[in-house]
C-alpha cells in the first residue's frame, strides 16, 4: 500500500464493496467509515438501526467482544487486504541525486564552477600567430615548454573534480543523517504498543499490528491508534482538541456517545472498544490523505488547502497520528516556528555570517589588487599596448585573479560549521540510544549540555517503581511486616482481599517470573501490583474473585486521577443492595472516614481526634522510613432508593476505613551517585512528587538531593501555592523568586503546580544567566510542563502516550542516571563545536592572510585554488567529522554549565587561534621569502601563466598540510590542558582521519603533479615539512603557558552583546524584564535593607500626600511589574529611594499588598 496514491486506493476500495460482503464481513470498508463521521445519539441511534448495536458490529466484523479475534493468520490476512493496514505511508526519502542537487545550489560552489569553466574554455583557445606570446608578456620569469602550455587545462578540471569531491561528500553527510532519522523514527514507532485481546490473551501489539475487528483495552494516558466504538468504558473522558480544537473533554459512554477516535488521548477512565477504521481510513488518516502526507501528487492540493484555510489546516497539525511519525513534526516545523533556535545554532548562525562578511570583503579586496597591480605593470610601466590578439591571454589572467579571490572566499566561509554540528549531533543522538535516551528532537540533545535545573519525578525514576507492601495497619495494630494471615480478624481479611481485588483496574496483574528464582513480574499499574502482591501474601488468590465479577459486572467506576487522589467502584451485591470499594492516598481517603474496623473486624466510630492520633502515629512514622501510604477503605448503600453516582462528594463520603498500608519503593542504587554528579556540574535537582511530603522527604535524602543541616525547603503543593499567589490568587513571578532557590522537594504537587514551578524557574530573573530546565514527567497531566521545559524527559516504559508526545528525549529505562547521561552529551557536543571552530578559525586566519599578502605581493597565491580546496576538504569536512566524534568523559561532569550568553570562543580558544595562527604565518612566509636560500632551489614566486609546478611552492604547501594536521591534535582540547593525546586512541575515527589524510597528502605531493600543482619531494624536504608541522605541538605548549589574565584583549574577542545573544523572539518578549528587572533587583536589595532610605522614602510619601500630587516631581519612571498577573502598575521612584506603591494610592490595604516587603507596609 505504500506508494499506492489515493485515488487508487478508493478506486479499489470501491470496487472491493461488492467482494467485500461475499468475503465474508457484514459490512464495508466505506460503510464503516461512514459510520465513524458520526457522533453522539446519531451515532447510538445508527449502530441500534443497522447494525444492531455494538454486539451486531462484532457480530459481522467476526470477533467477540470479550475474546477479540482468534488471531488465525488467515483471517488476519484477510482484514489486511479487506481494511487495510495500521499505517499511514510516509513520505519518500530524498534520493541521493536530490542530495547532491541541494549540496550543488551552495553559492560558492556555483561562482567556482562557472569560473573552472571559463578557464578551461580558455586554455583550449590558441590565439592566431606564433610570436604573440613574446608580445603579451606571457614568458616573464621563466621559460614555458610546449608540453606544459598543452596542460593549462588540469586547473580547470582540478578544480571542477574537488568541487564534485565536496559535493559527494556533502551529500554523503546528508543521506546519511537523512537515514538515521528514518531509523529514529522507526524506533519511536516500534516502542509505542497497545493492549488488545486475541484468543481470550491480552497481548502487547505493536500499533501498525492493530486491525479492524481487534478488541483494544484502552486506559487513561492512551494516544488512541485507531477509529473504534466503546463496547464497554469506565468514566471514559477523552481529549479530542487534536481532531476538533475544542478542549473540554468529551465524556464517552456506550449509550451516550461511543465514538472514539484515533490520534486523541484518553485523559481519564478505561474501558475496551472494537477497532473499525486503520491508518489512512482513521478519522487521523483522512486529514493526513488531505494534508498530503501520505502521497506526493497531493501536494498542489496541499498548497490550496493551505491558503484557503490556514486555521483549520494549524489544528490539523499537532496531530500525531501513531505511525506517521516525524514528516508530521517536520511539517509542524515548516508551519510554527519553533519556540525558539537552539543556543548553539543561534551563536553559530550569527559567527558564520560573521566570517563570511569578512571573507568575502578579503577575496574582493585580493581580486582587484591583482588585477590593478597587472594592469599598471603591463599597460603603464611596460607599456605594451592592448592588442586584439592578445585579449584571450589576458582573459586567461584575469580569470587566474578571479579564481585566487574565489578559493579566499572558499576557504574563508566556514562551510563545516553546519556540518560539524549536524554530525556531531547526529553521532551524539546515535550514541544516547545506546545510554537508554532516545532523542526525539535534535536540539535537545544540546540544551541539555547547559542545563542548570532538572526536576524530577520520584516514582520510577529515582526509585525503582517495583512497589512492595512492606507495613500494614490492621484492627487496630500497627504490622511493622506483613501479618500470617491467621493473625487478622477474618471478616476484615475478606472485605481487605475483595476491595484490593475488585477496586484496582483488571489489566494490572503479577505474573510469574520469567526465568527461575527471579523476582515476579508486574504488570499494570505498580501501586496496585503493590496492593496485589499483599493479597498474594497473606495467601490468598485475587483472580477467582475478578473471574466471579468480572468487568462488565463493575456497577460504576470512579478511575484514579490526581483531583481525586483515589479510585473507587461500586459492585452490586447478591441481596440488590450496593458496595462501593475505595483505595487511595493515606489522608485524603481517612478525611472521608467515619468509621473504623476494629480488632474482631467490627466497624467503630472514627472521630476527628483518632484520625489526628492515626496520622501521628502510623501514617507519618510510615512516611518517615519512605513509604507510601495507601488507605482501602468502603462503604454500603441501600438499592432503595438508589442513590445518585453522580453526586461524587456525597458517595465519596462517610466511610469505613478497612486498612492502611505502607508500600516500598526502593531507591534505584545508582541514583544518589548520579545525583551527586549532577550537584557538582553545576545542577540544582529538584523532586516534585504527588506523594506525601514525609515520604517525599525521606526519600529526597536517600537520594541526596538533601542534606540534613542544609538552607532548603520541602513545602507540599498547598503551602507553594499559598506562598506564590497574591491576595487574587493570581501567580506574581516575584513571590516565585523567594520560593524556587531553596525549594528541593515539592511534594503532593498537581500537574498545575509542576508546571508553575517550571514556568517560574524559567522567566526568572534573579539570577545572571536564564535557568534552563529539564523536566521528566510520565502521567498525561504532566504534558504541559514537559512541552514548558527547555528539555522534556519522558518515561519510555511507564510513561502515557501523551506525556511521550510532549517530550524532547524518552528514557528508555525510566533511569534518573540517563538523564545525566544526556547532560554528559550534551555537554560534549558543545565541545565538540568548540574543538572544531578553534581548529577551523586558525585554518582560516592563515589560509585568508597567506593568499592575500600573497596575491599582493608576488601577483599569486602561494596556496594555489585546488590545493586550498583541499585543505578546505580536510579542513571542513574531515576535521569535523574527527573532532564531533570525540567521545565524552567524566571530566565534563566537573564543570559548571556554560550559561545562555557565554560567548561561543572562550578567551582560551581566542588565545590558542591567535597563537597558532601566528606560528603558522611566520613559518610560510619565512618559507615563502627566502624558502628558496634555505633549501637551495628555484623560487617559485612570480612564475608565469602556465609555469611548471615549483619545489618551493610544494614545500610551502605541504608544511601548510602538516602543520594543519598537528594542529588538529592541539584543537582536542579547548580548556587549556597540557596533554592533548589524552585518551585519542578512544576516538578511532579521529586517528584513521589524521592517518588518512597524512596518506592523501603524500600521494598528492608526489603524484599531485600539475593539477595540483607539485612537484615530488625527497625525504629531505620532507623531513623537514614534517618537524615544522611538529612544531605546532612544541608551541601548544607554549600557549598553555600564558596565562589568559595577561590578554586582557581576550576578554570581548568573540564575545556578543547579551541583546544580540537573545534569539529575537526572546528579546521581544524579555527586554523589559532584563534591563528593569536586573537593575532594579540588585539596586533593590541594597535600598530595602537602608534604614535611612526608608526614613526618606517615608518622609517622600507623607509630603506627597499632603501636596496630593502624584511622584513625578520624583521623576518616577513607570513600567509593568514583572508580576505575572500585571494588572498592578508599580513606580518606581529614580531618586536614591526606591518606592513601591500601587496605583490605588488612596486605600492603605492596596499599598501595603502592593509589595511584601516590610517596609512598604509602614508607609
Not at 585580493?366 to 603603464?380: C, K
Not at 554549565?897 to 591567535?914: A, H, Q
Request: charged residues 25%; contains cysteine; proline residues 5%.
Amino acid at each position: 500500500m505504500g506508494d499506492m496514491s489515493n485515488s487508487d486506493f478508493y478506486a479499489k476500495n470501491q470496487r472491493n464493496e461488492g467482494a467485500n460482503h461475499a468475503a465474508g464481513f457484514g459490512c464495508s470498508l466505506m460503510e464503516l467509515r461512514s459510520l465513524m463521521e458520526l457522533r453522539g445519539t446519531e451515532a447510538v441511534v445508527k449502530l441500534q438501526e443497522d447494525y444492531g448495536g455494538v454486539e451486531g458490529l462484532c457480530k459481522r466484523l467476526k470477533t467477540s467482544p470479550t475474546e477479540g479475534l482468534t488471531g488465525a493468520q488467515g483471517d488476519l490476512d484477510k482484514r489486511k487486504e479487506e481494511f487495510g493496514k495500521n499505517l499511514i505511508p510516509p513520505k519518500k526519502p530524498k534520493t541521493f541525486l536530490q542530495l547532491v542537487w541541494e549540496a550543488l545550489q551552495d553559492v560558492t560552489l556555483i561562482i567556482l564552477e562557472v569560473a573552472a569553466l571559463i578557464s578551461l574554455g580558455l586554455s583550449f583557445y590558441h590565439p592566431p600567430g606564433e610570436d604573440t606570446g613574446e608580445s603579451c608578456g606571457t614568458v616573464k620569469g621563466g621559460a614555458e615548454d610546449e608540453g606544459e602550455a598543452e596542460a593549462g587545462w588540469i586547473e580547470g578540471a582540478a578544480i571542477l573534480l574537488s568541487v564534485v569531491c565536496v559535493v559527494l561528500v556533502t551529500a554523503f553527510n546528508d543521506w546519511s543523517k537523512e537515514k538515521q532519522f528514518r531509523g529514529l523514527q522507526s524506533r519511536i514507532e516500534q516502542e509505542q504498543k497497545f493492549q488488545v485481546v486475541r484468543g481470550s490473551q491480552v497481548i502487547q501489539l505493536p500499533v501498525s499490528d492493530i486491525l479492524v475487528g481487534d478488541i483494544a483495552q484502552i486506559k487513561y494516558g492512551d494516544l488512541l491508534p485507531a477509529d473504534g466504538v466503546l463496547i464497554q468504558g469506565n468514566d471514559l473522558k477523552i481529549d479530542e482538541s487534536s481532531l476538533t480544537g475544542e478542549s473540554d473533554h468529551v465524556k464517552k459512554a456506550a449509550d451516550k456517545d461511543p465514538m472514539l477516535l484515533s490520534g486523541t488521548h484518553v485523559m481519564e477512565g478505561s474501558g475496551r472498544m472494537v477497532v473499525t477504521a486503520v491508518g489512512v481510513n482513521s478519522q487521523t488518516g483522512i486529514i493526513f490523505t488531505l494534508l498530503g502526507a501520505g502521497v506526493e501528487e497531493e501536494e498542489k492540493k496541499e498548497k490550496k488547502v493551505k491558503k484557503q484555510d490556514g486555521a483549520a489546516a494549524m489544528e490539523m497539525q499537532p496531530l500525531k497520528s501513531a505511525e506517521g511519525g516525524e514528516e508530521e513534526k517536520e511539517r509542524k516545523k515548516v508551519s510554527i516556528p519553533k519556540k525558539e533556535k537552539s543556543v548553539l545554532q543561534g551563536k553559530l548562525t550569527k559567527l558564520a555570517v560573521q566570517i563570511g562578511k569578512a571573507g568575502l570583503l578579503m577575496s574582493a579586496i585580493t581580486v582587484i589588487i591583482l588585477v590593478l597591480y597587472f594592469a599598471i605593470d603591463a599597460f603603464v610601466i611596460q607599456k605594451r599596448p592592448w592588442l586584439p590578439e592578445c585579449t584571450p591571454i589576458y582573459i586567461q589572467y584575469f580569470v587566474k585573479f578571479f579564481i585566487i579571490g574565489v578559493t579566499v572566499l572558499v576557504v574563508a566561509v566556514p562551510e563545516g560549521l553546519p556540518l560539524a554540528v549536524t554530525i556531531s549531533l547526529a553521532y551524539s543522538v546515535k550514541k544516547m540510544m545506546k545510554d537508554n535516551n532516545l532523542v526525539r528532537h535534535l536540539d535537545a540533545c544540546e540544551t541539555m549540555g547547559n542545563a542548570t535545573a532538572i526536576c524530577s519525578d520520584k516514582t520510577g525514576t529515582l526509585t525503582t517503581n517495583r512497589m512492595t507492601a512492606v507495613q500494614c495497619y490492621v484492627g487496630d495494630v500497627h504490622y511493622k511486616e506483613i501479618p500470617e494471615p491467621g493473625v487478622l480478624p477474618p471478616k476484615s481479611l475478606d472485605l481487605l482481599v475483595n476491595s484490593i481485588s475488585i477496586n484496582s483496574a483488571y489489566t494490572t496483574k503479577i505474573l510469574p517470573p520469567d526465568k527461575e528464582g527471579g523476582l515476579p513480574k508486574q504488570v499494570g499499574n505498580k501501586t496496585e501490583c503493590g496492593l496485589l502482591g499483599l493479597v498474594l501474601d497473606l495467601k490468598r488468590d485475587y483472580q477467582p474473585i475478578r473471574n466471579q465479577i468480572p468487568e462488565e459486572k463493575l456497577y460504576k467506576v470512579y478511575t484514579f486521577n490526581s483531583v481525586r487522589k483515589s479510585m473507587s467502584t461500586v459492585v452490586k451485591l447478591p441481596d440488590g443492595s450496593f458496595r462501593m470499594y475505595s483505595k487511595g492516598a493515606s489522608e485524603i481517603v481517612l478525611k472521608k472516614c467515619n468509621h473504623i474496623l476494629n480488632e474482631v473486624g467490627e466497624p467503630r466510630v472514627f472521630r476527628p481526634r483518632d484520625k489526628d492520633e492515626m496520622v501521628k502515629k502510623v501514617i507519618e512514622p510510615m512516611a518517615c522510613d519512605g513509604l507510601r501510604t495507601i488507605c482501602v477503605a468502603y462503604r454500603d448503600f441501600s438499592s432503595n432508593p438508589e442513590p445518585d453516582w453522580d453526586d461524587e462528594n456525597n458517595i465519596l463520603s462517610d466511610l469505613t476505613a478497612i486498612c492502611v498500608v505502607g508500600i516500598e519503593d526502593p531507591v534505584r542504587p545508582e541514583v544518589p551517585d548520579a545525583i551527586q554528579k549532577c550537584q557538582r556540574a553545576g545542577i540544582t535537582v529538584r523532586m516534585v512528587t504527588g506523594d506525601n511530603i514525609n515520604t517525599a522527604r525521606a526519600i529526597a535524602i536517600k537520594c541526596g538531593i538533601i542534606h540534613p543541616g542544609e538552607d532548603f525547603l520541602c513545602i507540599d503543593g498547598k503551602e507553594f501555592n499559598r506562598r506564590i499567589r497574591n491576595e487574587k490568587g493570581e501567580v506574581e513571578q516575584e513571590r516565585i523568586d523567594k520560593v524556587w532557590p531553596k525549594l528541593r522537594v515539592l511534594a503532593r504537587s498537581s500537574p498545575t503546580d509542576k508546571h508553575t514551578l517550571v514556568k517560574g524557574i524559567i522567566d526568572s530573573t534573579m539570577v545572571e544567566q536564564r535557568q534552563v530546565v529539564a523536566v521528566t514527567g510520565d502521567g498525561t497531566n504532566d504534558g504541559p510542563a514537559l512541552k514548558k521545559a527547555d528539555v522534556g524527559f519522558a518515561m519510555g516504559i511507564a510513561g502515557t502516550d501523551v506525556a511521550k508526545e510532549a517530550s524532547d528525549i524518552i528514557l528508555t529505562d525510566d533511569n534518573f542516571s540517563s538523564i545525566v547521561k544526556a547532560v554528559m552529551w550534551g555537554r560534549n557536543v558543545y565541545d565538540s563545536i568548540s574543538k572544531f571552530l578553534q581548529f577551523q578559525l586558525t585554518v582560516n586566519v592563515v589560509a585568508v592572510i597567506v593568499a592575500f599578502t600573497g596575491a599582493c605581493i608576488t601577483q599569486d597565491s602561494p596556496l594555489k585554488a585546488v590545493q586550498m580546496l583541499w585543505v578546505n576538504l580536510i579542513m571542513d569536512t574531515f576535521a569535523s567529522l574527527a573532532l564531533a566524534t570525540e567521545p565524552p568523559t567524566e571530566s565534563l561532569l566537573r564543570r559548571k554549565p556554560y550559561g545562555r550568553n557565554k560567548p561561543l570562543i572562550s578567551s582560551t580558544m581566542t588565545k590558542n587561534i591567535l597563537g597558532h595562527g601566528v606560528y603558522q604565518l611566520i613559518i610560510i612566509f619565512l618559507l615563502l621569502f627566502i624558502g628558496e636560500q634555505i633549501f637551495d632551489i628555484d623560487s617559485g614566486r612570480n612564475a608565469p601563466l602556465h609555469a611548471p609546478p615549483s619545489e618551493h611552492y610544494t614545500i610551502i604547501f605541504n608544511t601548510f598540510v602538516m602543520m594543519q594536521l598537528f594542529n588538529e591534535i592541539n584543537a582536542r582540547k579547548i580548556h587549556g590542558e597540557r596533554n592533548v593525546f589524552e585518551g585519542i586512541f578512544r576516538n578511532p575515527i579521529f586517528c584513521s582521519i589524521v592517518f588518512g589524510t597524512f596518506a592523501v597528502q603524500i600521494i598528492i605531493v608526489q603524484f599531485g603533479g600539475k593539477p595540483f600543482s607539485c612537484q615530488p619531494l625527497d625525504l629531505e624536504k620532507w623531513m623537514w615539512c614534517v618537524f615544522l608541522g611538529l612544531g605546532e605541538l612544541v608551541w601548544g605548549q607554549v600557549i598553555a603557558t600564558i596565562p589568559n589574565s595577561k590578554l586582557r584583549f581576550l576578554r570581548r574577542a568573540g564575545q556578543l552583546s547579551q541583546k544580540d545573544e537573545l534569539p529575537e523572539e526572546d528579546v521581544n518578549e524579555e527586554n523589559e524584564e532584563i534591563d528593569h528587572a536586573e537593575r532594579e533587583l540588585r539596586r533593590g536589595q541594597i535600598l530595602w535593607f537602608r534604614g535611612l532610605n526608608r526614613i526618606q522614602t517615608q518622609i517622600e510619601v507623607v509630603n506627597t500626600f499632603k501636596s496630593g500630587t502624584s511622584f513625578q516631581g520624583a521623576g518616577a519612571l513607570r513600567r509593568q511589574s514583572s508580576t505575572t498577573s500585571q494588572n498592578q502598575d508599580v513606580t518606581n521612584v529614580s531618586s536614591p529611594s526606591h518606592v513601591s506603591l500601587s496605583n490605588a494610592l488612596s486605600s492603605p490595604t492596596s499599598t501595603a499588598a502592593a509589595s511584601a516587603a516590610p517596609s512598604t507596609g509602614q508607609c
